[in-house]
């Protein structure tokens, strides 16, 4: 943004770039005050000055004061801005300010002063691509070009046409009107020798590629090979890049045989060429099951491999191979890619060998790739893949084998180290942890004496630097998780956190130990500690959207009200400047002329739109809102604005975008997350924020409206959504609700509705609306006499119910262990901060019933508006004496937690104990206090009531 400021200047007047040049410095540095004050300084002693009014602005919008800076948006539109300066400074301000239309307003004032100015229209032009008004932006592209006659402006009406057809719905007929006329446009500027730049060229792929017009493309290809565009030189140089694009254009035709050969010619070039071995895997499947059949003409001259014994020689030969740098000189680093090939070769096509022979081949080649590159970090994961080759009779033969490999290897103390470990990594992927007969302690203790013992190889390391002996450490808690889920004996969860905060203590920059830590301690409700742990991984930018799930999904509900909040600012500020941002991007992007990153930011920003956990954010924001102001009904009416709340059509649209495979996991293939349960856990998640939208928009309708049939169309959805949720609980066999090990700890935790309906709090949200609908209706007919009391009756009965159900849920919760530091579990605490929700909510909904206006002077009004208030008042009473029950056991000290550190025989590791058992306790206090709080402000509003 300093950058887009700095330009903003560079085009004002010299003496209005002087006034406003202090203004602009405190703003580049975050004074956003102070520059706020200078340009009400400015103001005063310039009334008229638009640049600084428009700076004052951009102060308001950083300063989070929307609403004054949108009334200053609209003045500078009023008044017309007239110089590039001015409009400049003023496209900063609505990116900022999220104000695209006012901007669009203004500029299409300027171009209709002055029709001939360029800069007006390129402004013109970027303001409608920002917004996504392709029909608007392809027009203003070819009014300026036919103003300017450069061919960048060409550009722009094609990719604007590019663009129209890509966003439209599939089958649409304009759209391959657009594009062919897109390709007609391109054809002839190749023709007139106007597509003289890389990027054009790339163009005309995508509007070729958009047709599938691969064959086209390839010819396009050898156009540019024939120097047709750009007079002795080719646009695209490189081999590398060249057999690339080949081979994209070639595999949606299904030219095997051609695609074969080109990446026959890429290994040759690049013997460790991974994405070229995959291609050639790919289409020699093809070519074996089709037992050679013609593709069609022949496009890539060369030899390609027909039959298993081809693929057996050409992979064999690629081992003699050399990697050469760009001069052409050969390296001597032995390769990786043609050992990998050989267990490809074994993965991909046993199915086709007769004689069986070539299964037999993969533990042999599997101890030799590991006896070659078992020194390097990326072995196991280079290896795991395969690991399934291995039968089951020979995993224990082969972990063997490896490990008298590593004994005669004759390696340096650091290499044996990897080695050693790379062996327990793959006997982990083998499933020898996963046999039931395995010792787990055992191999649990032999994995941490391995740990010790390498812990002195790294002592001269610096800090930042990661230890050597880490893995084992955090090979040694994945065992000691598994022996918890195995036994359910909690003291295995707490080794295994105090082993990784005694190798965080070596290692203070290993993402894996922190994101480990925090699963596990948010797994037994530690909040506090579970921050700690997350803080220090510093999440930011992009990471908001995939990785911030690990821990915001425990944060609120484990009671850290506080941090929460900050958290989920932080993301939403995320999202926000996101938003921002991205139009500036795109501008950059068409001013010079990278046509292909035009679709990347506007796929990244319509990504980011549709995002899950952007929506995830904004909807638990509004919940922790109404926790901190439940004592006041005004306040919960104004901040509950459901517009940053996703619509039920939106909700349809969402796209995940976390990180599942963010930690190392080692587990056997088999417990490896699959396509069905990444749909899953999606669906789980949606499943749960509608069912959370949903309650919200019913928090909305109780604070605003009293209209029967939007509470029963209401009603009906939260228990539709609620038994969507709970029937695909009960019938996926993945989903473990009572901690998150749903596939393993590496994985996301599943959905809460397993919790919500065992403690009924649907029960209650809904007999709340229920409530609040027939009050409104009394509200409505005015009953008198016998009537009233009949329908006051009927009412307290009704509030009674609704507390019942919260009285219930209560007995459920106070039979649970609170007062036990060693058995408190993520559900324990998690079924408290719903408790305390929904009886704000129910709190909120009594509120309802009560008149808000003072009792009138009639005699019949006046009763009613007596019995309503006598009802509210009546369960008021009752959910106090509830939410007081429950501060009170939540009020009473906890026992310390003991832990001991002695059976890992590490150094210091007692006093790592004494501290991560403070840390424990200190947590689960934070939680309590931190209920007690949102319950002594539940109780104070419903005594103020």
């Not at 009004?861 to 208030?869: E, F, K, S, V, Y």
């Not at 009170?888 to 006093?911: C, H, W």
Request: contains cysteine; aromatic residues 8%.
């Amino acid at each position: 943004m300093a950058a887009r400021l700095g330009k903003a200047a560079a085009t004002a007047d010299s003496v209005t770039e002087r006034r406003i040049k202090p203004i602009l410095e405190c703003l580049d540095q975050g004074l956003v005050t102070e520059a706020l004050k200078q340009a009400n300084q400015l103001l005063k002693k310039n009334e008229g000055m638009l640049s600084a009014k428009i700076l004052k602005g951009l102060a308001l919008s950083r300063l989070e004061r929307a609403a004054e800076a949108h009334a200053i948006i609209k003045e500078v539109v009023a008044e017309q801005p007239t110089t590039l300066g001015e409009i400049s400074l003023l496209t900063a301000l609505c990116q900022d300010a999220d104000a695209m239309d006012d901007l669009t307003t203004a500029i299409e004032a300027a171009v209709a002063r002055d029709p001939n100015n360029e800069e007006y229209h390129e402004h013109l032009f970027i303001s409608y691509a920002k917004r996504g008004e392709r029909k608007r932006q392809q027009q203003e592209a070819m009014a300026l070009y036919k103003l300017s006659k450069h061919t960048v402006h060409h550009l722009w009406a094609i990719v604007s046409m590019y663009l129209q057809a890509d966003e439209a719905p599939e089958g649409d007929a304009s759209s391959r009107m657009l594009l062919t006329l897109a390709e007609r446009l391109l054809e002839k500027a190749g023709q007139e020798h106007k597509l003289d730049t890389l990027e054009a060229l790339q163009l005309y792929f995508m509007v070729l590629e958009k047709q599938q017009k691969y064959a086209d493309c390839l010819k396009l290809l050898d156009d540019d090979a024939a120097c047709r565009f750009q007079a002795g030189k080719p646009l695209v140089t490189l081999r590398s890049d060249i057999y690339r694009l080949k081979l994209k254009f070639l595999q949606p035709m299904r030219q095997w045989q051609d695609i074969n050969a080109l990446a026959t010619a890429m290994i040759k070039a690049d013997p460790d060429n991974w994405d070229a071995y995959q291609a050639y895997f790919d289409s020699v499947e093809h070519i074996i099951a089709s037992n050679d059949a013609p593709c069609g003409e022949r496009r890539v001259p060369g030899d390609y491999s027909k039959s298993l014994d081809d693929v057996r020689a050409f992979i064999a030969s690629t081992q003699a191979m050399k990697q050469t740098d760009r001069l052409g000189a050969e390296q001597n680093a032995q390769l990786r890619g043609p050992y990998l090939a050989r267990l490809e070769v074994v993965k991909r096509l046993a199915k086709s060998d007769p004689s069986g022979s070539l299964e037999k081949e993969a533990v042999p080649h599997l101890l030799d790739y590991f006896g070659r590159f078992g020194t390097k970090g990326c072995c196991f994961y280079d290896m795991k893949p395969y690991m399934a080759l291995v039968p089951p009779s020979q995993r224990l033969q082969l972990v063997k084998e490896m490990r008298e490999v590593v004994a005669n290897s004759g390696a340096d103390a650091k290499k044996t180290l990897q080695q050693y470990v790379c062996v327990e990594q793959l006997r982990r992927s083998l499933g020898v942890h996963d046999d039931p007969s395995s010792n787990l302690p055992e191999i649990a203790d032999e994995i941490i004496v391995r740990y010790r013992e390498s812990l002195p190889l790294g002592k001269d390391l610096k800090h930042s630097e990661i230890q050597y002996a880490d893995p084992y450490a955090i090979l040694a808690a994945h065992v000691l998780v598994d022996l918890f889920v195995r036994t359910g004996v909690r003291s295995h969860l707490f080794k295994a956190i105090v082993l990784l905060e005694r190798a965080s203590e070596s290692s203070a920059h290993n993402m894996q130990l922190r994101i480990l830590l925090v699963k596990l301690y948010s797994a037994i409700g530690a909040v506090g500690p579970a921050l700690d742990a997350w803080q220090k991984l510093d999440v930011k930018q992009i990471q908001h959207d995939s990785l911030s799930y690990i821990f915001a999904d425990f944060e609120m509900t484990l009671g850290s009200y506080e941090s929460a909040e900050e958290q989920l600012h932080s993301a939403k500020r995320f999202f926000a400047s996101a938003r921002r941002d991205m139009p500036g991007y795109l501008s950059d992007a068409y001013k010079y002329g990278s046509f292909g990153k035009v679709k990347e930011f506007t796929l990244f920003q319509n990504k980011l739109q549709r995002s899950l956990q952007n929506a995830w954010v904004n909807t638990q924001q509004l919940f922790l809102r109404v926790l901190h102001q439940v004592k006041h009904v005004k306040d919960c009416k104004e901040l509950l604005d459901l517009r940053s709340v996703p619509t039920p059509a939106m909700l349809d649209n969402l796209s995940d975008h976390r990180d599942f495979f963010v930690m190392d996991c080692f587990d056997h293939h088999s417990r490896d997350l699959s396509a069905v349960h990444k749909a899953y856990l999606t669906s789980t998640r949606v499943q749960w924020l509608r069912f959370r939208t949903t309650s919200l928009r019913a928090l909305h309708a109780v604070l605003h409206s009293h209209k029967a049939e939007e509470f029963a169309a209401l009603r009906k959805e939260l228990a539709e959504t609620h038994a969507e949720g709970v029937k695909a609980l009960l019938e996926s066999d993945a989903a473990v609700p009572d901690f998150p090990f749903i596939f393993g700890i590496a994985y996301p935790r599943g959905s809460m509705f397993a919790l919500y309906h065992k403690f009924g709090y649907l029960r209650a949200l809904d007999l709340t609306l229920e409530l609040v609908s027939a009050a409104a209706a009394v509200a409505e007919s005015k009953p008198k006499g016998s009537d009233l009391q009949t329908a006051s009756a009927a009412l307290r009965e009704q509030a009674g119910r609704v507390v019942g159900v919260l009285k219930e849920s209560l007995q459920l919760i106070l039979a649970q262990p609170l007062s036990d530091t060693g058995a408190l579990t993520t559900t324990i605490l998690e079924s408290i901060h719903f408790w305390i929700e929904t009886a704000a909510f129910v709190s909120l909904g009594l509120r309802a019933v009560i008149p808000s206006e003072p009792a009138p002077e009639s005699k019949p009004a006046r009763q009613l508006h007596a019995a309503l208030t006598g009802v509210g008042h009546g369960a008021y009473e009752e959910l106090a004496a509830l939410s007081a029950q429950l501060r009170a056991k939540l009020s009473e000290p906890i026992p310390a937690v003991q832990l001991d550190g002695s059976a890992l025989n590490l150094e210091n590791v007692e006093a790592t104990a004494e501290r991560v058992a403070a840390r424990l306790h200190k947590g689960y206090a934070t939680s309590y206090e931190s209920f007690c709080v949102v319950l002594t402000s539940l109780e104070a509003g419903l005594s103020k009531a």
